[in-house]
């Protein structure tokens, strides 16, 4: 168990460039959860797969925002005509639903700086 | 809709003190609760959760929590604190309905004074 990973670990792109995130969770959970974090406050919820599907999104994910999650296994988050507004850590989490607690596990974070 | 408020958004305590971080929530049952530390340019690191039974949970670090569900809250203390414990500490509230999608409080910032 190796935990989650998340890559890049930092990213600066100039205003209306697209990105894309990684995250690898630990390799026997079948939830995905992206989070966004900005300073001074907490996460806050974004979209989360179960297995291949993705089940719920924020709507705080504007049409810029997409999430995939192909083989159940690795998920991408990539923002499109990126603005200064989307600064911030982009974590991702990941938990086993069987059990039924949704423990979550969170990675290191990515952090977007837009220029 | 569930949230959570942290009060106190920065305390400083000295070493060896006892903490406690407040934390409230608002959910229509009984929900799952968190609290996570987070060192800067860091992750979460989970330190402990209530889903049911004993409402005094223990986790790692020497911090322990108590659940009160008359008061809608889940303090997080710590009998002494090191110098090591300065951080940011966040409590959360998942759904058992929806997923175990959390929800965050803004955060309290613990200085440590030697």
């Known amino acids: 168990d190796t935990g989650v990973s998340q890559n890049p670990r930092h990213k600066i792109t100039k205003r209306g460039q697209n990105v894309t995130f990684r995250c690898d969770p630990i390799?026997?959970?079948?939830?995905l959860y992206w989070y966004r974090q900005t300073l001074g406050q907490g996460p806050e919820f974004l979209t989360y797969?179960?297995?291949?599907?993705?089940?719920?999104k924020s709507r705080l994910l504007s049409d810029r925002f997409s999430a995939e999650r192909p083989k159940g296994s690795f998920s991408t988050l990539e923002i499109q005509r990126t603005e200064q507004g989307d600064s911030a850590m982009y974590l991702c989490?990941?938990?086993?639903?069987?059990?039924?607690?949704?423990?979550?596990?969170f990675g290191p974070g990515t952090r977007l700086t837009v220029t | 809709a569930q949230s959570v408020t942290q009060p106190d958004i920065h305390i400083t305590v000295s070493e060896g003190a006892s903490l406690e971080l407040r934390c409230n929530y608002s959910?229509?049952?009984?929900?799952?609760l968190f609290w996570y530390v987070q060192s800067p340019g860091q992750g979460l690191q989970l330190l402990l959760k209530?889903?049911?039974?004993?409402?005094l949970v223990q986790g790692i670090k020497g911090f322990e929590a108590e659940f009160k569900r008359s008061q809608s809250s889940f303090n997080l203390r710590k009998p002494s604190v090191h110098w090591s414990d300065a951080a940011e500490y966040f409590c959360a509230v998942g759904a058992r309905t929806n997923a175990g999608k959390s929800t965050f409080g803004d955060g309290t910032t613990l200085t440590v004074k030697p």
């Open positions: 797969f179960q297995n291949e599907a993705q089940l719920e």
């Open positions: 959910y229509g049952a009984t929900p799952y």
């Open positions: 390799s026997e959970h079948n939830r």
């Open positions: 209530y889903f049911s039974g004993d409402t």
């Open positions: 989490a990941s938990s086993q639903s069987s059990g039924g607690t949704y423990e979550q596990y």
